[in-house]
């Protein structure tokens, strides 16, 4: 579960740097609005996705650790 979330994690910056790419693409008159579009749509997906893969791992350390103390 850490190698998906931090899979997840990277694909955000990676996907927020491509809107960035496209709005950057303005200062030399070649800008991309649908790579602005797709980078924010794909960030988000992609934070949100990292963020319920943590939630989970979390649960799963937190099992693991009632499961010690009762034994």
């Known amino acids: ?3 998906l979330t931090l899979l997840f994690s990277v694909m ?3 996907s927020f740097g491509r809107a960035l790419a496209g709005f950057g693409g ?9 790579y602005i579009v797709q980078g924010l749509a794909l960030g988000c997906v992609c ?4 963020f319920w893969a943590w939630r989970r791992y979390l649960r799963e350390i937190d099992a693991e650790a009632k499961k010690d103390l009762q034994d």
């Open 1 to 3: 579960m850490r190698l």
């Open 12 to 14: 955000t910056v990676a």
């Open 26 to 34: 303005f200062l030399f008159g070649k800008g991309r609005i649908d």
């Open 47 to 50: 934070t949100v996705a990292a």
